[in-house]
């Protein structure tokens, strides 16, 4: 016969393996007597788990949903799977990738090493179709994750835009997903100041186990912050155009950061950059309206390039 504490887990296990449980059939799986099985139900409740009893025959318990969520009990397979779950769905861009994550790093702690292992084997077993981003190392995502819940300096090797490594020792603060990658913002102690990481250009050390006190940064501020620093801290190319088109309409199309300066009802100037002309050229041209090229030739060198790409498309003779 199982010991108390041991039957209770157990009970629990069998609560959330199907909805309704009969008084005999618990009975039967735990070996116990009807009675026992009404006291560990009992044990249950005192504990904030909601187990609702129906008299009668067809009467039994089952587990209902309650205003706190209780700890869930996981076999070995299911853990599994639910990481490996966790860890698709942070990198899908379906709007919970942060939730998803944090959720993921709980797991991951309390995850057995055959566990892990088994969790390690799938995502090295499973290929993906690359695109144009970079693919992200869950396990590098997870450290970081780890990092910032457990308020403790991180140390990782960085590969910066040129080719060239680093070493860097941080106080990571947040994570942010903008599109398909990931950014951290952390407090860099060897420069003193607040710096931008992509993780997939990061490969953490092994876990320092020095804690450090978050520092303030308001959460509205975060993505702001985070989304100009990697906009124009990257720009290689710089450009300021005349746009015939309201500021406000302006705006609500560009998705990324820019300084706009309203020129009158129907035009404003907008400043902005990137580091590939040619795909700003072809992004800009889905604002639907006049553009006039103030300052940068790279943009308008490749406004140039691309007016005769589409003009070669539409069958008309090539310009010089």
Known sequence: MLETSARLLELLSLLQLKRDWTSSELSGRLGVSARTVRTDISRLRSL?????????????????????????????????????GLGAVATQGLGVEETSLTALAKLEQVLP??????????????????????PLDLAALGAVAAAIRGHERLRFGYTKP????????????????WGSLWYLLAWDLDRDDWRVFRVDRMVPRPPTGARFRRRVIP????????????????????????VHAPAAQVAAKL??????????????????G????????????????????????????AFDRLARRFRRAAGGAPTA
């Open 48 to 84: 904030g788990y909601p187990v609702d009893a129906r008299p009668g025959v067809a009467g039994g318990y089952r587990l209902a949903a309650g205003t706190a969520m209780p700890p869930l009990l996981l076999d070995d397979d299911e853990a599994v799977a639910v990481a490996v």
């Open 113 to 134: 090493s055959r566990l892990r292992r088994r969790v390690e084997a799938v995502r090295e077993a499973t290929s993906v179709v690359q695109g144009a981003v970079p």
């Open 162 to 177: 040129g080719g060239s490594e680093t070493a860097r020792h941080t106080e990571p603060q947040r994570l942010v997903t």
């Open 219 to 242: 959460e509205d501020k975060v993505v702001d912050y985070v989304v100009r620093r990697i906009s124009k801290g990257a720009w290689q190319y710089r450009a300021r155009l005349l």
């Open 255 to 272: 998705v990324v950061p820019v300084d706009i300066e309203v020129v009158d009802e129907s035009s404003c100037r907008v400043e902005l």
């Open 274 to 301: 990137s580091d590939d002309p040619d795909r700003l050229a072809l992004w800009l041209t889905q604002l639907d309206a006049d553009i006039e090229v103030i300052a940068g030739d790279e943009l308008a060198e």
